[in-house]
C-alpha cells in the first residue's frame, strides 16, 4: 500500500472574529461625548448663579450646542473625508476634551458659549465618523449587532454619564464637573490609541467599478428617506420626552420628587431595548423596526387615555423607553445598510444632522403646544408625527408594490 493521498481541497476560510473590543471602544467614546453633550441640563442653576445670567439664558447652551451640530457636521465630515479615521476619532476625542477643559475654566457667558460651539464641532464630527465606523469593522450581516454595541454607549451615558456628572457638580461644583469629563474624554481618546482597529480612509471600487459624484449616487435617494424619517419620528419622541417631567407631574399627578426615579426607569428600559435592537436589526431589520415604533405608539397612547392610574402610566413609560431605546441603532443600520460605500461618511454626517434636527424641532414644537395648549396635548402631536414616521418608512416598498401591480404583464 502506498502512502495515503492528501486532500487536495483547500481547508475552509477561519471567520473573523467579532472585534468586541473595538466596538466597547467607540462605546466608550461615544459614553463620554454624549455625557459631555448634556452635562449642563443638570446644572444649570449652579451655572446660572456662578455667572450671573439666568436659568433661561443659560439653558440656550443646549440650543446653541444642538444648533452647531446641524450647521456643522456635514461640511466638517465633506472637508476631512480623506483623513484617516481612526487619527480623526483621537482628534475630535481631543478637541472635545479641550472644549470641556475651556468651559470649565470659563470666566463669563460669552466664553462658555464660545467652549460649547468648538465642543459642538467636534461632537458632530465625532458623530459623522463614529456613525460609520462599524461598517470597516464588522460584515453586513453582523451590522445591526455591532451598531447596538457602540449605541448602547449613548444610552449608558443617559443612565449613568449625565446622574454622575450632575452629581458631581453638585457636590463639587460645576466647573469641577466639566473638568472631570474633559480628563475622563482624554482617558477614553487614549484607549482608542490603543484598542480601536484602524480604518482605511475610504473604500476602494471593485474592478471595473467607476466612482460616481454623490449627486449622481442612486443610494442618495434612500439615504435622504431615511433621514426625513429621522427628523419625523424623532420629533414624533422629543416633543414628549422633553418635557415628560411636567407632564408627569401636571397631568398624571406624580410628585415630583419621584420624577426622577421613573426617569432612570425609562433610560434603563432604553438599554434593554437595545439588545433587542442587535438581534432584530439583523434577522427581520424591517418588521422588528415597525414593531418598535408601534409599541412606542401603543405606550404613549396609554399615557394620553390612563393618565389617572399611576401604575399604568409607570408601565407605559418603562415600556415606551424600552421599545424606543432600540429604534436609533435601528435606524443606523438601516442607514448604513442603504448608502453605498463611497457616500457611508456622507451618509453617517446627514443621519447626525438629521438626528439633531428631529430633537430641536421636536423640543422647539413641544414648547409652542404647551403655550398654546398645555402639556396634556403633547401625547397626542406625539403619535401623529410617529405614525408619519411609521408610514413614510415604507414609503420606497409602497411605490415598488404599486409599480409591479400595475406593470404590464404577458
Not at 118 to 123: M, P, Q, S, V
Not at 272 to 294: H, K, N, T
Amino acid at each position: 500500500m502506498g502512502p495515503p493521498k492528501l486532500s487536495s481541497r483547500p481547508a475552509p476560510p477561519i471567520a473573523p472574529a467579532f472585534p468586541w473590543v473595538g466596538l466597547l471602544t467607540l462605546a466608550g467614546a461615544i459614553f463620554v461625548s454624549v455625557t459631555s453633550e448634556f452635562l449642563p441640563t443638570g446644572l444649570l442653576p449652579e451655572m446660572a448663579h456662578d455667572l450671573g445670567v439666568s436659568v433661561a439664558t443659560t439653558g440656550l447652551l443646549v440650543t446653541v450646542f444642538a444648533g452647531t451640530v446641524v450647521a456643522a457636521t456635514t461640511p466638517l465630515a465633506t472637508l476631512t473625508k480623506r483623513f484617516p479615521r481612526k487619527a480623526l476619532v483621537i482628534a475630535v476625542l481631543l478637541v472635545i476634551a479641550v472644549a470641556n477643559l475651556g468651559a470649565a475654566l470659563a470666566p463669563t457667558y460669552g466664553v462658555l458659549v464660545a467652549a460649547r460651539v468648538l465642543g459642538a464641532c467636534a461632537h458632530g464630527l465625532f458623530w459623522g465618523v463614529v456613525a460609520t465606523y462599524p461598517t470597516y469593522l464588522v460584515s453586513g450581516r453582523h451590522l445591526g449587532r455591532a451598531l447596538a454595541i457602540t449605541a448602547a454607549g449613548g444610552s449608558a451615558a443617559f443612565v449613568l454619564g449625565v446622574p454622575v456628572g450632575t452629581a458631581l457638580g453638585h457636590l463639587l461644583g460645576w466647573r469641577a464637573a466639566f473638568a472631570i469629563i474633559a480628563g475622563a474624554v482624554v482617558v477614553l481618546a487614549g484607549v482608542v490609541v490603543a484598542y480601536l482597529p484602524s480604518a482605511p480612509r475610504k473604500r476602494e471600487t471593485a474592478t471595473g467599478e467607476i466612482p460616481l459624484p454623490v449627486r449622481h449616487d442612486r443610494s442618495m435617494r434612500g439615504v435622504a428617506l431615511i433621514c426625513a424619517v429621522i427628523v419625523t419620528l424623532l420629533v414624533g419622541q422629543n416633543v414628549l420626552s422633553t418635557y415628560v417631567a411636567p407632564w408627569l407631574v401636571e397631568q398624571a399627578h406624580l410628585p415630583s420628587a419621584s420624577v426622577p426615579l421613573l426617569l432612570l426607569v425609562f433610560g434603563a428600559a432604553g438599554a434593554l431595548g437595545l439588545v433587542g435592537a442587535g438581534m432584530l436589526a439583523d434577522r427581520a431589520p424591517r418588521r422588528g423596526f415597525a414593531a418598535m415604533i408601534l409599541v412606542v405608539m401603543a405606550a404613549v397612547l396609554v399615557l394620553a387615555l390612563c393618565t389617572r392610574s399611576t401604575p399604568l402610566v409607570v408601565l407605559a413609560v418603562a415600556i415606551w423607553g424600552m421599545a424606543f431605546g432600540g429604534v436609533p441603532a435601528m435606524l443606523q443600520t438601516r442607514m448604513m445598510r442603504t448608502a453605498s460605500p463611497q457616500v457611508r461618511d456622507l451618509a453617517g454626517a446627514l443621519q447626525t444632522t438629521a438626528f439633531n434636527v428631529g430633537i430641536g424641532g421636536g423640543a422647539l414644537l413641544g414648547s409652542l403646544l404647551i403655550i398654546d395648549a398645555g402639556v396634556g396635548v403633547l401625547p397626542v402631536a406625539s403619535l401623529l408625527f410617529l405614525a408619519a414616521g411609521l408610514a413614510l418608512s415604507f414609503a420606497p416598498e409602497a411605490v415598488r408594490l404599486g409599480a409591479r401591480r400595475l406593470a404590464p404583464t404577458g
